[in-house]
Every structure is written in structure tokens, then in C-alpha cells.
């Protein structure tokens, strides 16, 4: 539950800065336009990065090499 408000908050935390970044307002319809194009592309960039970084986790070797010692090297 604390996660799904984190990400909710950090996303519209985003959006204020992107209003504010680019002195938009909201009621003019073309602004509107543009605070959609921008919102919208930082969102999917943070998708499309979110997807290199979850497939680096999944492709990652996570279980130990299997080792291939004798019993006599291991009683050393």
C-alpha cells in the first residue's frame, strides 16, 4: 500500500514540475496540448527505462557457480 502511494505522489509531483518548469497553464487548451505531450513522454521514457532495468535484473546469474572440487581439496 505505502508503494503504490509513493509511486502516486511521485508521479504527480512530476507533473507539477513539469507545469512549473515550462510556466504552463492549464486552462489554455493549447498548453493543455503540450503539458500532455511532455507528461506523457516523460512517462514513457520512465516505462521504457523501468523495462531495461528490470530485464538486467531477470537476465542477471542470481544462484552461485557449482563448484567442482575433490573431497581433498575440500578437507584443506
Known amino acids: ?13 512530476s507533473g507539477l514540475l513539469i507545469i512549473a518548469n515550462h510556466n504552463l497553464n492549464l486552462n489554455d ?7 500532455y505531450t511532455k507528461f506523457f513522454g516523460w512517462f514513457d521514457h ?18 552461485p557457480q557449482e563448484n567442482n572440487l575433490s573431497d581433498a581439496e575440500v578437507t584443506k
Open 29 to 35: 487548451p493549447i498548453e493543455r496540448g503540450v503539458f
Open 1 to 13: 500500500m505505502r508503494i503504490g502511494i509513493i509511486i502516486i505522489k511521485f508521479v504527480f509531483i
Open 46 to 63: 520512465m516505462y521504457q527505462r523501468s523495462l531495461g532495468i528490470v530485464g538486467f535484473v531477470v537476465r542477471s546469474e542470481w544462484l
